[in-house]
Nanobody, 116 residues
Framework: QVQLVESGGGLVQPGGPLNLSCATSGGIFAMYVMGWYRQSPGKERELVARITAGGGQIYADSVKGRFTISRDYAKNTVYLLMNSLKPENTAVYYC??????????WGQGTQVTVSS
């Protein structure tokens, strides 16, 4: 059974950083496309960043230059380093993984709140 467990969310002031982690188990992490999505109240879930098995990355336009996705194959973990956070980045952030984009597996989500 594949499991994805996010951590690292919380309250941060505008302009601050936050680093999310997603630990995976039960699958072949090295072969997965991994992604971070987010959902704000009243809005649809949207892609934030994605990283392929080979390390190729894509980002939503709104986070380019501020967010960085990375993966540690030894730890079966994917990270999302978020810098220069803005109030509009407040959302529940979800980890996603699978053999293709928009993979079959989801984490439970972690709340990120950007507020002074």
């Amino acid at each position: 059974q594949v499991q994805l467990v996010e951590s690292g969310g919380g309250l941060v002031q505008p302009g601050g950083p936050l680093n999310l982690s997603c630990a995976t188990s039960g699958g072949i992490f090295a072969m997965y496309v991994m992604g971070w999505y987010r959902q704000s109240p009243g809005k649809e879930r949207e892609l934030v960043a994605r990283i392929t098995a080979g390390g190729g990355q894509i980002y939503a336009d709104s986070v380019k230059g501020r967010f960085t996705i990375s993966r540690d194959y030894a730890k079966n973990t994917v990270y999302l380093l978020m810098n220069s956070l803005k109030p509009e980045n407040t959302a529940v952030y979800y980890c996603n993984g699978g053999y293709t984009s928009n993979g079959a597996y989801w984490g439970q989500g972690t709340q990120v709140t950007v507020s002074s």
